[in-house]
């Protein structure tokens, strides 16, 4: 066993560290101070995640105790971290891109006050260290908490600039519906205690046959509830579109290193349970490929550039989904990897052109910043291709072996995944010619003063850009050049047990090339129209009309919630606040006091300072004593 697994502790202690460093000395700390505090202890759980990632490589993997989390007579929980190839893939993508996050945001925050620079790292280190403690828990209990960290860290970073009212009801409304879905979660944990005594994943994976069917189905449904919540599927998806209104490197993180991962990690994590499961796994491929659908369809007309990449994460997770429900495990992992490079680099590219626009949001007011900032034009057109599918960019073969997949278990959930693809390229370069195309739209002030990013802005936009080009290219598939999917060797481990279960029927040669060239060719027809379309647009005040209202308007489903849900509990919420509370509890409360005060006021009556009235009372007192006496 490796001696680097002693060290393993670090990896999440390192990010909590930095949260108290720079949470408790706040007002102390310099913005220099808090920037590598924050940033250095990423760096650190990185390098010693990449160490980890190397010894697994050679074939070790640990289960570490540390201590019991819960020790009673009936129920043991440790509190352990497993590390095996699926862990170690997910510590490299959170610690790597959040620790280049980090660095992005020493510049782009550099503009707060110090301690409120100070408090914005120490809420990312904390992201961070939840995030890595759900990946890393050897059971559901440690996943849980960790899972409902990440939730709480997106409402403190959401909400960070809380003096504005949308962005705290964009933070409330990211906590509620993942407390919907964490219900769900907590329910299944429940539920696989109460049959199996256990909540370990190896002890649940190994006694999985003293499980019935109905069991199974209703914990992996369960679970998907909390996947739902926490990945932004239909019905719980409108949070993660609002979530954007925090600072961009906030949006990077939760839609492409944290956050929104966590349900694609937790249904790998359970591949077991879900592969016995077939109609789990319909239900996870319907919702998954519907989401992809609806969220591309709503960002087709976004003009935000935020709420474009956005619905763009929807959209993509849906995807992982897809892949999730049709067993192709490895396939979603691959996914999540190759849209951690490309969508990080998408968030922060539009950061880097907020940044330059004095914060301005809106698309149509942009166009023209090729020629002003050429770093990041250059990056965010590679992270375009990459997100499109274009070969050889990692999008290309991730999504390829997901639709691949998808092929093989329904040629109509192939034909739909393409639709969604070629809108995905459609919207993108719509993003992109409208941003960085034509001529400038703006004012004339912020054309005075547009410019380039700092380094510390545009060293993480080039790493990230490289990995976007070349990040997909440990899962070429066996038809080009032979290649080897490196990624799906590495995982084969944590899912042999399923691909035992379900037969593999792989496609010919043929029907692959057949596959890859109608989706690509497909996907470039789109991209060129919008190119074409779009980079000569011109601003105008016509509004949307018809099917293209409906789309700006996102289908009209927040406006459905805030109907049938929002608006009826806040109506129930008043009623109870003012019969209950108000008039009940307060009515109560207020009352005994009132009731106090009245009795006081009149008992004062009796002090006349009158002797005889004394001596009368002192009588009358005697008698009703005596007559007590006498009927007891």
Known sequence: MSNIFQLVWLIPVLPLLGFLVNGLFRKRVSKTSAGIIGSGTVFGSFVISLLVFFSVKEGNTQVAHYFDFINIAALKIGFDFQIDQL?????LIITGVGFLIHVYSTAYMHDEEPKDFAKYFAYLNLFVFSMLLLVMGANYVIMFIGWEGVGLCSYLLIGFWFKNTNYNIAAKKAFIMNRIGDLGFLLA??????KLGTSDYHDVFANVSKLTATDITGITLLLFVGAMGKSAQIPLYTWLPDAMAGPTPVSALIHAATMVTAGIYMIARSNMLYTMAPVSQGVVAIVGLATAILAATIALKQNDIKKVLAYSTVSQLGYMFLALGVGAYTGAVFHVMTHAFFKALLFLGAGSVIHAMSGEQDIRNMGGLKKYMSVTHITFLLACLAIAGMPPFSGFFSKDEILAAAYNNSPLLWGVGVAGAIMTAFYMFRLYAMTFLGKFRGTTEQEHHLHESPKAITIPLIILAILSVIGGWIGIPEIFMHGGHRLEEFLAPIFAQSNALTPKHNLSHTTEYMLMGISVGAALIALVYAWNRFSKYQKSDKEETGLGKVLENKWYVDDLYDSIIVKPVL????????????????????????AVNYGSRQIRLLQSGQVGTYVLMMVIGILVFFIIQLFL
């Open 571 to 594: 109506s129930i919420a008043k009623y109870f606040s003012n019969v209950f509370e108000q008039k009940g509890i307060d009515g109560f409360v207020n009352g005994v006091g009132k």
């Open 189 to 194: 944990v429940f539920w696989i205690i109460s």
């Open 87 to 91: 862990s170690s893939v997910f510590l």
